[in-house]
């Protein structure tokens, strides 16, 4: 019976871990190269997004160029105006992305903005390459997004 109970919990680990794994291969993958303008998918894990549907956690991201002239990802999830779940999901990325990138990368935050609307935002440095999770309240959309903005290599 404790080798039935301690195997389930490694598989419950096990289970975890590779979709820790897989979300981390996720943000990896948007550092890559590709064309400005050209889209590709982003999808939350289910264990931060475990109300929402696939659909609904799934991002189309877009790649922009930066003033800098380097180029930027940008994947986004939209809810209700200052939901809760909103909330969450924004804690819960800061976490997963945090946890991704490892004890060597810095997290800053940064308040300037020029609207009235609510922001926050975290942003990660590891090794000179910038990520982002940011939470915006549009009052004019009644919409709160969720933003992760990676830094293409």
Same mark, same amino acid.
Request: with cysteine; aromatic share 8%.
């Given at each position: 019976?404790?080798?039935?109970?301690?195997?389930?919990?490694?598989?419950?680990?096990?289970?975890?871990?590779?979709?820790?794994?897989?979300?981390?291969?996720?943000?990896?993958?948007?550092?890559?190269?590709?064309?400005?303008?050209?889209?590709?998918?982003?999808?939350?894990?289910?264990?931060?997004?475990?109300?929402?549907?696939?659909?609904?956690?799934?991002?189309?991201?877009?790649?922009?160029?930066?003033?800098?002239? $380097?180029?930027?990802?940008?994947?986004?999830?939209?809810?209700?105006?200052?939901?809760?779940?909103?909330?969450?999901?924004?804690?819960?990325?800061?976490?997963?992305?945090?946890?991704?990138? $490892?004890?060597?990368?810095?997290?800053?935050?940064?308040?300037?903005?020029?609207?009235?609307?609510?922001?926050?935002?975290?942003?990660?440095?590891?090794?000179?390459?910038?990520?982002?999770?940011?939470?915006?309240?549009?009052?004019?959309?009644?919409?709160?997004?969720?933003?992760?903005?990676?830094?293409?290599?």
């Amino acid at each position: 019976m404790a080798v039935r109970i301690l195997s389930s919990a490694f598989m419950l680990f096990g289970a975890v871990a590779c979709a820790a794994d897989t979300f981390c291969a996720d943000v990896e993958a948007l550092t890559g190269s590709g064309a400005s303008g050209a889209t590709q998918a982003f999808v939350l894990p289910k264990g931060l997004s475990a109300a929402m549907t696939v659909s609904e956690r799934a991002a189309e991201c877009r790649t922009s160029l930066a003033l800098s002239g $380097g180029s930027h990802v940008h994947c986004n999830w939209s809810f209700g105006y200052r939901s809760d779940q909103a909330k969450q999901v924004f804690q819960g990325l800061i976490s997963a992305v945090a946890t991704c990138l $490892g004890p060597e990368a810095a997290m800053t935050t940064d308040s300037s903005v020029n609207h009235p609307d609510a922001y926050d935002l975290r942003m990660f440095d590891r090794g000179g390459q910038e990520f982002a999770v940011s939470l915006k309240d549009k009052g004019a959309l009644q919409q709160t997004l969720v933003f992760v903005r990676v830094q293409k290599r």
